[in-house]
């Protein structure tokens, strides 16, 4: 595999070519409030299924990205994109999806910090019931 698309100008020209959206930031936080509800009502208190919704996660981001890479290089070497023309535009598809997946997995640590302290919420609660 020739990475030699995926240069640091290139890279950056890409980032501010996504960032640059309109409503970007507001995106990024509803993706993250969906990922920790959805943290929170699917993973009750079940830390080991995390862990394991956080490593298919990370293979699957990291299947799509090569995926990705390769249609954008084949791309390029056939003529269709030119890096010379608009060099954000090919890597553009890369960088949202490295972006929404940043964003997701705060969103689920976010949602296990929720689990954690309902939890102790819960402890607590229990023991002040048992006490009167």
């Known amino acids: 595999m020739n990475f030699e698309i ?7 020209l890409s980032f501010n070519y996504v960032t640059n959206v309109p409503y970007f930031v507001q995106s990024m936080g509803i993706i993250t ?25 990370l293979v699957f981001i990291i299947t ?6 390769q249609r954008i290089q084949y791309a390029v070497e056939t003529g269709v994109t030119d890096l010379k023309t608009n060099p954000a535009a090919p890597l553009a598809g890369m960088v949202t999806l490295t972006i929404v997946t940043f964003f997701w997995f705060v969103g689920m640590v976010f ?4 689990i954690a302290r309902t939890g102790k919420n819960q402890k607590n609660l229990t023991k002040t019931l048992e006490k009167s």
Do not use: C, Q, W
């Open 6 to 12: 995926i240069k640091p100008e290139y890279l950056e």
């Open 33 to 57: 409030a969906i990922s920790m509800v959805l943290t929170v009502l699917l993973f009750d208190h079940n830390f080991r299924i995390v862990l394991r919704a956080f490593f298919a996660k």
């Open 64 to 69: 799509i990205l090569l995926v990705t890479y």
């Open 111 to 114: 949602g296990l910090f929720v």
